[in-house]
T-cell receptor, first 115, second 113 residues
Framework: DARVTQTPRHKVTEMGQEVTMRCQPI?????VFWYRQTMMQGLELLAY????????DSGMPKDRFSAEMPDATLATLKIQPSEPRDSAVYFC?????????????FGQGTRLTVV | GDSVTQMEGPVTLSEEAFLTINCTYT??????LFWYVQYPGEGLQLLLK?????DKGSNKGFEATYRKETTSFHLEKGSVQVSDSAVYFC????????????FGAGTRLFVKA
């Protein structure tokens, strides 16, 4: 059963520490999204990639967040330094886009708590 | 830019009641429209979709019709169950937006036995 895998599922860290979240998209999918979910802001698109190239990262605070796809099987989202306001659930999703609508398949998320 | 607006929740219904969750959208092109569902502690799952005007998406008793004239994609179910309690998200994906998926704020549904 193909699925998007995110690690870790939960992360508690101290303010100022670096946090790296990882995502393994579904094999064959060419589009990867990073979303952040909070009670106040709902589901925000942080960045997305097509064929490993970043298409849009306008939703991401550039000074502390970075997103990469070192290869087709791994996407990473890094926060350095982390702050308490970064506490949220971060979702990765993948899909097959470029020739039609992109149905997004979501991972189970990484729940990040910055204290 | 593209956007999705859906009714605020929470929506609380008794089992077997009729459900409607309103969703309207703004898009520069001809988007595909989706409803996703999120159960507690889980990621979002696709519930149904429609790719062009007048299409009806359906799954698990839920339905939504793509109405271009009213830019709407309302979610309906004739008889809800306790197990339908979840958060429902309306979303669109548009070629002019690079096919990124834009979500509404979500509507939480509680179904009482």
């Amino acid at each position: 059963d193909a699925r998007v895998t995110q690690t870790p599922r939960h992360k508690v860290t101290e303010m100022g520490q670096e946090v790296t979240m990882r995502c393994q998209p579904i094999l064959g999918h060419n589009t990867v999204f990073w979303y952040r979910q909070t009670m106040m802001q709902g589901l925000e698109l942080l960045a997305y990639f097509r064929n490993r190239a970043p298409l849009d990262d306008s939703g991401m605070p550039k000074d502390r967040f970075s997103a990469e796809m070192p290869d087709a099987t791994l996407a990473t989202l890094k926060i350095q330094p982390s702050e308490p306001r970064d506490s949220a659930v971060y979702f990765c999703a993948s899909g097959l886009g470029g020739q039609g609508h992109t149905e997004a398949f979501f991972g189970q998320g990484t729940r990040l708590t910055v204290v | 830019g593209d956007s999705v607006t859906q009714m605020e929740g929470p929506v609380t219904l008794s089992e077997e009641a009729f459900l409607t969750i309103n969703c309207t959208y703004t898009a520069t092109g001809y988007p595909s429209l989706f409803w996703y569902v999120q159960y507690p502690g889980e990621g979002l799952q696709l519930l149904l979709k429609a790719t062009k005007a007048d299409d009806k998406g359906s799954n698990k008793g839920f339905e939504a019709t793509y109405r271009k004239e009213t830019t709407s994609f309302h979610l309906e179910k004739g008889s809800v169950q306790v197990s339908d309690s979840a958060v429902y998200f309306c979303a669109l994906s548009d070629r002019t937006g690079g096919f990124k998926t834009i979500f509404g704020a979500g509507t939480r549904l509680f179904v009482k036995a």
